[in-house]
């Protein structure tokens, strides 16, 4: 079964393609803010400018046309609403032009089944930290649950803010990465945790109000360090309440050689097993929303056009994952 998938949650335009056997495409387009953070219009503009751009680049690399395809998935939430709407028009027009498939899936889930389809992880806790999103997911029941998440900002929104206040433009989170290895020098700053779940907006603001005061390599070093030092215990504390012995990390923060070298540490002192999968598959991409479709329909399931609308506050707990017993 050929699916084409479309992701369309934030600031990427993506579209992939796979089967049961191979990601047979990849394509996308990132909306770059000129300044300041994503702009929803602006996002949802460069979307619908690089719709068939980014469609036709995964088509001709997948060696297919739209004939070829079975059915067609798209991101119908949690996101932006203006972004998301163009996905579900993609989708919607290709199906119904093509006669294919439609199903509408959730962003989230999907970082999970990517992770688990491009790793060695059957039944990981997840820890999905990106612009958007900071949430660790466990399957209990029947359901994947949230067992902790941000209480206010997402981690990559933290990083871009701070960073913005240093002067680096979007995405902030690599020029923090890159100051933060320059030392090794850390100050105390306030520790976001709150018992599962943690934030990121008091720290952020407290890291701000310290700038000039201490140089922006030790500041990027500290706010690092108490920011992924308080997801991956969150993380490690999930693990050990559920009997855990897999993490999987996703998003595009798991890009960030730091916290992936905290969550290393943290499973190796547990005997557990840390899984990272491929940077083109952490980042926001079409292929994961390709290859969740895939599970899902193989599941039987499917979306009707009436029931097609954008999700913005889709909570993956929401969804029955039925094609996990399977
Ligand atoms: P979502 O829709 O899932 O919330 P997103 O639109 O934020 O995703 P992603 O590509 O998943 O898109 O993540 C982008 C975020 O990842 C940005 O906040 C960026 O700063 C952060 N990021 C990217 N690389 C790194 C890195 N090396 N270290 C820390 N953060 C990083
Ligand atoms: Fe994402």
Redesign the pocket.
């Known amino acids: 079964m050929k699916v084409l998938g479309i992701e369309s949650?934030?600031?990427?335009l993506g579209v992939g393609i796979v089967d049961e056997d191979d990601v047979l495409a990849n394509k996308k387009s990132m909306y770059k803010p000129e300044e300041g953070g994503i702009h929803p219009r602006k996002a949802s503009e460069h979307h619908y400018q690089h719709a068939l751009e980014v469609l036709n680049n995964a088509l001709d690399k997948a060696g297919l046309e739209e004939e070829d395809l079975d059915a067609v998935a798209f991101a119908q939430g949690p996101?932006i609403p203006q972004c998301l709407e163009i996905g579900a028009v993609m989708a919607r027009s290709i199906a119904e032009r093509y006669d294919l498939k439609l199903i509408g899936v959730n962003?989230c889930l999907s970082?999970i089944s990517i992770g688990t389809r491009t790793t060695e992880a059957e039944n990981p806790t997840t820890l999905?930290v990106?612009?958007?999103?900071s949430q660790i997911i466990e399957y209990r029941n029947g359901r994947y649950r949230i067992i902790g998440e941000t209480l206010d900002i997402?981690l990559?929104?933290a990083?871009?803010k701070f960073?913005r206040k240093l002067g680096y433009p979007h995405?902030?989170?690599?020029e923090?990465?890159k100051l933060a290895e320059k030392t090794d020098d850390i100050i105390e700053l306030s520790y976001p945790i709150k018992g599962m779940d943690f934030s990121f907006s008091g720290l952020t603001t407290e890291a701000e109000r310290k700038i000039g005061e201490v140089s922006d390599e030790v500041l990027a070093n500290s706010f690092q360090e108490h920011a992924y030092s308080a997801v991956v215990e969150a993380l490690e504390r999930a693990m050990a309440q559920e009997g855990s012995n897999e993490a999987l990390l996703t998003?595009?923060?798991a890009?960030?050689?730091r916290?992936r070298e905290m969550v290393e540490t943290m499973c190796e002192q547990r005997d557990a097993e840390a899984y990272f999968p491929p940077a083109e598959f952490?980042?926001?991409n079409g292929a994961m929303i390709a290859h969740q479709g895939l599970v899902e329909l193989k599941d039987g399931r499917g979306t009707k056009i009436d029931d097609s609308g954008k999700r913005p506050d889709w909570r993956p707990d929401e969804v029955e994952a039925t094609w996990i017993e399977k």
């Open positions: 949650t934030a600031h990427t996101g962003h970082h999905y990106s612009g958007g999103n997402a990559g929104n990083l871009d960073a995405p902030g989170g690599p923090i990465e998003g595009g923060v890009m960030n050689s916290l952490c980042m926001d």
